[in-house]
């Protein structure tokens, strides 16, 4: 059983502007829920700045034989954590497609981690992914709590459950990987990196599952999670930041895509939510520069920087400037990935220094493949 009261960072997936939002604009009922789960989420809240020195080391949990291993408990609409153990790694499929669902979307993210970038699991030794869902009464939320996944099931009018969007679990665990690689301070722009970070490896885990190409990818962040009725399509776009919804209750999706627009703000640790807006943008860019699996080049660029080259009080301009020169280091000084990431941060407004000139985007995959072919032929 957790008690909450170890020094855990709580990333919760829904931000604290739409529960106000809901708070303030919804029914008696959808009122009531948010107030409910703005205190749960509010209780949690000084355990975030921990985030800068926190190990979790004392609390992890390593894998038996090693590898993928899962546990999903059900918490039976109570909070104790982790609750009723409902499936382990191994068996099959069970009734409840919510417990299906936290199984395989994080079984996913592990392969990912894996198959892709050689990591094994959250904390890169074994560590074995807890789930838990069915987490209180209808409540619209889930986060990672520096041990494990916890899932609610939504109230069925704004929310659906919240395993139904892979994208969701693998934001969420992702949290977990930042908290034991660049350790980003969950405030400003290290915190809003810390969230754009989740948004990154979140949308390739979906990416990877559907295995779908840059164009194909719908770049949205919990895409299905939005009941029926309310005027929106995700919590968030990666393609167009500011556009995944507009609803009487929810409000309208503050989200900036460029530097030019960045909000500053003192609720929400400094904008966390609204701001990672910019540096996702800059990801997609640059993803669809190069084209082809987002997860193999410019999702390979992301994840060493987020584990080689970040620190807990890293800014955009950071981000900007370690994953132009990782790219270099991966892929050549000049290169095409390179010129890529140069140009998806001059989209968003940021010119990564050293570079000179951003303003021409990089020749595309296949220009570059006639252009060789013609040399080739000459």
């Known amino acids: 059983m957790h008690n909450h009261n170890h020094r855990h960072p709580i990333n919760c997936i829904l931000p604290p502007h739409v529960l106000k939002n809901i708070a303030t604009h919804g029914t008696e009922s959808q009122k009531s829920m ?7 989420s509010e209780q949690m809240r000084g355990q975030r700045r921990a985030m800068a020195d926190f190990t979790a080391a004392a609390f992890r949990v390593t894998a038996v034989g090693g590898g993928k291993e899962r546990i999903i408990y059900d918490a039976k609409n109570g909070s104790t954590l982790p609750g009723t153990i409902v499936r382990k790694e191994g068996d099959g499929p069970v009734a409840d497609v919510a417990v299906n669902e936290a199984y395989d979307g ?11 970038y050689g990591r094994d699991s959250i904390d890169n030794n074994g560590m074995r992914l807890d789930s838990t869902v069915h987490y209180k009464k209808d409540y619209d939320n889930a986060f990672w709590d520096g041990e494990q996944m916890v899932y609610g099931d939504g109230d069925g009018e704004l929310f659906n459950r919240f395993t139904i969007a892979i994208d969701v679990i693998g934001h969420e665990l992702t949290h ?4 034991f690689e660049a350790k980003l301070v969950y405030s400003q722009q290290p915190g809003a990196l810390n969230e754009s970070m989740s948004d990154v490896f979140g949308s390739l885990v979906k990416q990877y599952s559907l295995s779908q190409s840059a164009n194909e990818a719908d770049w ?8 029926a009725g309310v005027n929106g399509i995700a919590l968030r776009s990666m393609k167009a930041p500011g556009t995944a919804y507009d609803d009487p209750v929810l409000g309208k999706d503050p989200q900036p895509g460029h530097m030019k627009d960045y909000v500053n703000t003192s609720s929400d640790n400094g904008g966390v939510h609204i701001n ?3 540096p996702n943008h800059a990801f997609y860019v640059t993803a669809m520069q190069l084209g082809g699996k987002a997860w193999e080049k410019v999702g390979q660029i992301w994840y060493v920087t987020l584990r080689d080259k970040l620190t807990s009080s890293s800014n ?6 370690q994953t132009f020169t990782v790219a270099g280091a991966l892929f050549g000084a000049g290169s095409l990935e390179q010129q890529a990431v140069k140009f998806g941060w001059s989209e968003v407004g940021l010119d990564v220094e050293g ?5 021409t985007p990089p020749a595309s995959p296949g220009c570059l493949g006639s252009l060789l072919k013609l040399i080739g032929a000459a």
Do not use: E
Not at 34 to 40: E, G, L, N, Q, Y
Not at 355 to 359: E, K, L, Q, V
């Open 316 to 321: 955009f301009q950071t981000c900007a400037n």
């Open 355 to 359: 570079s000179g000139d951003t303003t």
């Open 220 to 227: 949205l962040i919990g895409a299905g999670l939005l009941a």
């Open 106 to 116: 994080s079984g996913t993210t592990y392969d990912l981690y894996k198959n892709i």
């Open 276 to 278: 990672s807006g910019i």
């Open 176 to 179: 977990g990987v930042t908290q």
């Open 34 to 40: 948010a107030f409910s789960t703005i205190k749960v």
